[in-house]
């Protein structure tokens, strides 16, 4: 079964604005990553967050995580029309799991121009 | 050129056949891993090989069969294909001790 759950499913917004996509999982955590993925293409890996970490950046990207409540947010700042996708998150779980990825079922982010 | 090709990208074929999806990479990475894809849902592990000599059980192995021909070849049979099996397939590669996957473009394969 996946143990990723995302939040919203779906998400609509305006250019310009703040997207912020949730993602919950059941068990620890080594890493949790997230990936984009545009319309039935291959996976693009976008931020990795080590499970001793609480925030990373990279350029609009803001991910945080919060082992205690077993959940991690993607927030795109200034979205833009390109940024339309879906967005998984993937738990590592570490251990005799290390280097297997679990996905949730993503969401589907529309940027409108 | 792409770092993890799939051949073929598209596939139609009949309940009963036995379909071969192929992956290879360039990326020089050990570890190899099939996925599956169905609409509206996040993927699926079907298989992993974390070298040459070594394969392992996913997620949602049965039905599916692999094979490790080379450090960059890593191949996925459908031994008799059915129509639940129509799905969109991923080849992704890994580096050992790394945690990022890198995913080549997909197969999209329908069973009729």
Redesign the interface.
């Known amino acids: 079964s ?1 143990q ?1 759950e995302e939040d919203p499913q779906a998400l609509s917004i305006q250019e310009g604005e703040n997207a912020t996509m949730n993602c919950s999982y059941k068990t620890s955590i ?2 949790l ?1 997230w990936y984009r993925q545009n319309s ?6 976008l931020i ?1 967050i080590r499970s001793n970490e609480r925030e990373k950046h990279s350029g609009r990207l803001r991910v945080t995580l919060d082992t205690s409540k077993k959940s991690s947010s993607l927030l795109i700042t200034a979205s833009r029309a390109a940024d339309t996708a879906s967005y ?1 998150c993937a738990r ?1 779980a570490g251990g005799t799991s290390y ?8 969401t589907i982010l529309t940027v409108h121009p | 050129d792409a770092d993890v090709t799939q051949t073929p990208r598209n596939r139609i074929t009949k309940t009963g056949k036995r379909i071969m999806l192929e992956c290879s990479q360039t990326k020089g990475h050990d570890r190899m891993y099939w996925y599956r894809q169905d609409p509206g849902l996040g993927l699926r592990l079907i298989y992993y090989s974390f070298d040459v000599k070594d394969i392992n059980k996913g997620e949602i192995s049965d039905g599916y069969s692999v094979s490790r021909q080379a450090q960059a070849k890593f191949s996925l049979s459908l031994e008799s294909a059915i129509p639940n099996q129509t799905a969109l397939y991923f080849c992704a590669t890994g580096k050992v001790g790394g945690g990022e996957q890198f995913f080549g473009p997909g197969t999209r394969l329908t069973v009729l």
């Open positions: 996946q990723g080594n890493n990553q039935g293409r291959g996976l693009v890996h990795l998984f590592n280097g297997k990825l679990t996905f949730g079922q993503g």
